[in-house]
C-alpha cells in the first residue's frame, strides 16, 4: 500500500471530486489513544464492517496493564490493530499500514509499529506542550521533522466532532467521546468501507438513548464526509473481498473466547448433557463466563463462585452429578485449581478446564499475552497426575478445541486442559459457523440402572481404559468417591502399594490412549524442506505466513503445528526423526522444545520470545534466513 500526497494536510476549499482508488491485497491498521477514548470500539467496528465487506480480518486488541493509568502517558495507551485481506490472512500484521493516533501518548508508543510511508493521521488539538511532555517527546513532533519518514496528516479531530455537535443536548465531555466515531468514518471513508454496517450498529447499541445515536452517527458521518469532501487525501485504498476461496456457510465475527463458549455450548447440546460453568471472573477469561451467563434458557448453567478454589469446586461436584461440567481460568487461578483438578483426575471424572493464559509469573502482565502455562498444565499437581491438554491456534479454532475437549473427557472420563491465550481470546476473525451434522458424535460412560454381578466404578472400558459413570441416587449404582486411592474395580479405598502403582499406570494409559482421536500430523510448506517450523497454540497464524512466505523465496522450510501437547500425535517421533533441523518459537522460555528434547532427543532448536506479543512474521522469516545460512 502507498499514498502519494506529500506530509502535512491542506487548507484548500472542499473538493467533491471522486478520489482514485488504490486496490491492495492486504492493509494494516492500528487504532490508539487513551483507555477513554473508545478504540477497542473503534478497530472492533472497523473490523466488523470489514469481515461483512467479505474481507479475511485477524485482530489485535492491545489494553493497557493498568485499569486506568493517568490521561494522556504512555503506559495508559491502549491500542487495536487489524490485517485485512483478499485472500487469507493469518496474523494482525507486523507493521503498519495506518496509524490513528488519538494524542501524542498513543505517537509515542506506536511510532515504531508504522512502517516507513506509512500513513499517520493524528489528533492535532490534543498535542499541546503539556500532553506533549506527558508522553516523552521534547517539543512537538508534528512540526519538528521527526514524522518526516511517514505521511502525516494532523487533523484537528476534536475541533471537528465539537462543530460537527454544535447545539447537541449531550454534555462537553460526551460530545468529546464522540471523536472515536469521527475517526472511524474517516478511516471507513480512506479505506472505501460502506457506511450502513455502522449506522445500523449505532442504532442498536445506543437504542435506549437516542441522543447518543444521533450523536455517534452525526460524528460519524462527518468523518466520512472530511475525507470525501476535503483535500487531505489524494487516494482511497481498498481490499476487495475474494468470496469464491472461503467455503460456503453462515460466517460470524467472534474472538476467541467466544468461539470456546460456543464450542462448550454446542458438546452441551450433542451430547445432551447440562452444561455447567463453575468460574471465578480473571482477565483475560472472564468472557467465556460472560457468554455461557447469558445462555441461561439453553440447558446452561453458569455459577460466579467467590475464588477460584470455589469455582473448580463446583465443577467437580457438576461432574459427580452427570453434567458436563467446565471451569474457567488463567495463569494465576490454575495455580490455584490445582489440588481440586487432582481430585478429577484421581476420581476419573470428565472435567474440561479452560486456561486463557497471560504473562506470569504471579499477577504478572495481566493483559499482556504468554504461553507460559505448559509446564503447569501438564505437571503442576502432586502426584503423577496425567491429563489431556489442548492448545487453540486462531480464535476461530477456539470452537473446535473446546468442543473436542469435551468430547475426548466425556469418552475417557479424564480432564482435559485447554490453552489458549490473551491474544486469540481478544483477537477476531471472521469464522463459518458449522453444520450441526458436521459435528463428531458424543459418547458417555454413563450407566443408568443396575449392572448384572453388581456394580463396579472402577471397571474399565477395553479400548479406552474409561470407567462407568454412575449418577448419584441411582439404585444399585451406589459407590463411593474421594482423593483417596482407589481399589481397582471395586473403588472401595485402598492403601494396597502394588494396587496404587497399578491404578497410577492405568490413569496414564487412558491418557496415551487417547492418541487414537488425533488425526495424522499435516505438513505444509516445502515438502523437501531442510527445515521443519515446529508449533503450538497462538504462534500458528505468525509461522504459517513465515513459511508460506519464505517459500515463495525459495527457501526450502516445512511447517508443522500441534493441537494435542499431552497426548503427543503418534506419528510425530517419525517426523522429526527426518529433519536436520527443527525450529520452535514459543512465546515462553522454551517449554515444549525441552519436552520434545527428552521425549524424542531431536535436535529442536528453541526461539523464544517473552514480550507480551506474538511472533512477527519479518522477525521468523530472518530467523529461518539465519538458519538455513550456517
Known sequence: MSESNSSGVSSSSPSYKKKPIERCEVVSIR??????????????????????????????????????????????????????????????????????????????????????????????????????????????????????????????????????????????????????????????????????????????????????????????????DCGDTKEYFSVQFEVQADGSKKPAGTYRYVNGNQTVALGLLAAGRKSGLKLFLGSYPITPATEVLQELSKRRSEDVMTFQAEDEIAGIGTAVGAAYAGALAVTSTSGPGLALKGEFINLAVMTELPLVIVNVQRAGPSTGLPTKTEQSDLLQSLYGRNGDSPLVVMACRSPGDGFDVAYEACRVALKYMTPVVVLSDGYLANGSEPWRIPPEKDLKDIITRKVTGPIDGGFKPYSRDKETLARPWAIPGTPGLEHRIGGLEKEDGSGRISHDLLNHEKMTHYRAEKVERVK??????????????????????????????????????????????????????????????????????????????????????????????????????????????????T
Open 31 to 224: 487504532f490508539a489513544g487513551d483507555s477513554g477514548d473508545g478504540m477497542q470500539l473503534t478497530g472492533d467496528r472497523f473490523a466488523n464492517v470489514s469481515a461483512v465487506f467479505g474481507n479475511d480480518v485477524v485482530t489485535l486488541a492491545d489494553y493497557p496493564a493498568e485499569i486506568r493509568a493517568p490521561s494522556g502517558t504512555v503506559g495508559g495507551v491502549s491500542g487495536y490493530q487489524l490485517n485485512i485481506g483478499t485472500d487469507a490472512v493469518y496474523t494482525p500484521g507486523d507493521l503498519v499500514d495506518i496509524l490513528v493516533a488519538m494524542n501524542p501518548a498513543a505517537l509515542k508508543a506506536n511510532q515504531n509499529r508504522v512502517r516507513k510511508g506509512g500513513i499517520i493521521i493524528v489528533d492535532s488539538d490534543t498535542f499541546s506542550a503539556r500532553n506533549n511532555e506527558k508522553a516523552g517527546f521534547v517539543g512537538n513532533p508534528l512540526e519538528d521533522g521527526s514524522l518526516g519518514a511517514y505521511n502525516l496528516y494532523p487533523l484537528p479531530v476534536t475541533t471537528f466532532t465539537r462543530e460537527t455537535l454544535k447545539g447537541s443536548t449531550l454534555s462537553p465531555k460526551s460530545v468529546d467521546r464522540c471523536k472515536n466515531f469521527f475517526a472511524l468514518g474517516l478511516t471507513c471513508w480512506l479505506t472505501n468501507r460502506p457506511a450502513e454496517p455502522i449506522n445500523d450498529w449505532i442504532a442498536e447499541k445506543f437504542k435506549k438513548a437516542p441522543e447518543m445515536v444521533d450523536a455517534n452517527r452525526r460524528a460519524f458521518k462527518a468523518g466520512y
Open 516 to 629: 487414537a482421536e488425533i488425526p495424522p500430523c499435516e505438513i505444509y510448506g516445502d515438502k523437501n524442506a531442510k527445515l521443519l517450523v515446529l508449533g503450538w497454540g497462538s504462534t500458528y497464524g505468525s509461522i504459517r505466513k513465515a513459511v508460506e512466505q519464505s517459500v515463495k523465496s525459495g527457501l526450502p522450510v516445512a511447517g508443522l503445528h500441534l493441537r494435542y501437547v499431552n497426548p503427543l500425535p503418534g506419528d510425530l517421533g517419525d517426523i522429526l526423526r527426518k529433519y536436520d533441523r527443527i525450529l520452535l518459537p514459543e512465546n515462553n522460555m522454551g517449554q515444549l522444545a525441552m519436552l520434545l528434547r527428552a521425549k524424542y532427543l531431536a535436535p529442536i532448536e528453541s526461539y523464544t520470545k517473552i514480550q507480551g506479543a506474538p511472533f512477527a512474521v519479518e522477525e521468523l522469516v530472518n530467523k529461518f534466513n539465519s538458519i538455513l545460512r
